[in-house]
T-cell receptor, first 114, second 112 residues
Framework: AAGVIQSPRHLIKEKRETATLKCYPI?????VYWYQQGPGQDPQFLIS???????DKGSIPDRFSAQQFSDYHSELNMSSLELGDSALYFC?????????????FGEGSRLTVL | KQEVTQIPAALSVPEGENLVLNCSFT??????LQWFRQDPGKGLTSLLL?????REQTSGRLNASLDKSSGRSTLYIAASQPGDSATYLC???????????FGTGTRLKVLA
């Protein structure tokens, strides 16, 4: 069965650079979520989108922005990268905005900021 | 503010044992609780989802229960195997929108 696809899987950037992460949800899933997991930390909710509109917002820095496109894939843009942005970034998808079904996570994109 | 705690933080057991992982949350007004498994450096694999109206869910050797009034969930793993070695995370959804708050995780090691 198709899963949530994230790219790139690994990314190395310098401080103050910009990074873009992509997420392709499970087919027919219309809601995507972004989570950030720092080293040794539990995942923290960043932002979610339903039907291409921002649905909910968590602890996402102002330097980060995200959007969901017409094909439901989503991109997380991170600018002015800081060392503390080094983390595993997860995308997840579900069908429908309400939590009536399971949430499925991708394998994550590991960002390292040097 | 919702806080989610998992006990124990780490657990090492011999193969074949039945074990229980605990998850506690401070605010009982939740929509869902989901248990995940995470292998080192890998993504989150969904194990069981318990909706607020349910008391337990079962999948194979796994059984998860939910007691909202006491703010607790348990994940029972029967006949543990070395392949069960991973970190187990519970996540609580208080808004019905999957804005999950994750627990601190339990690192499980099953010895052959």
């Amino acid at each position: 069965a198709a899963g949530v696809i994230q790219s790139p899987r690994h990314l190395i950037k310098e401080k103050r650079e910009t990074a873009t992460l992509k997420c392709y949800p499970i087919p027919r899933h219309d809601t995507v979520y972004w989570y950030q997991q720092g080293p040794g930390q539990d995942p923290q909710f960043l932002i979610s989108f339903y039907e291409k509109m921002q649905s909910d917002k968590g602890s996402i820095p102002d330097r980060f922005s995200a959007q969901q496109f017409s094909d439901y894939h989503s991109e997380l843009n991170m600018s002015s990268l800081e060392l503390g942005d080094s983390a595993l970034y997860f995308c997840a998808s579900s069908l429908g905005r309400g939590a009536s079904g399971e949430l499925f996570f991708g394998e994550g994109s590991r960002l390292t900021v040097l | 503010k919702q806080e989610v705690t998992q006990i124990p933080a780490a657990l090492s057991v011999p193969e074949g044992e039945n074990l229980v992982l605990n998850c506690s949350f401070t605010d009982s007004a939740i929509y869902n609780l989901q248990w995940f498994r995470q292998d080192p450096g890998k993504g989150l694999t969904s194990l069981l989802l318990i909706q607020s109206s349910q008391r337990e869910q079962t999948s194979g050797r796994l059984n998860a229960s939910l007691d909202k009034s006491s703010g607790r969930s348990t994940l029972y793993i029967a006949a543990s195997q070395p392949g069960d070695s991973a970190t187990y995370l519970c996540a609580v959804d208080a808004s019905g929108t999957y804005k999950y708050i994750f627990g601190t995780g339990t690192r499980l090691k099953v010895l052959a």
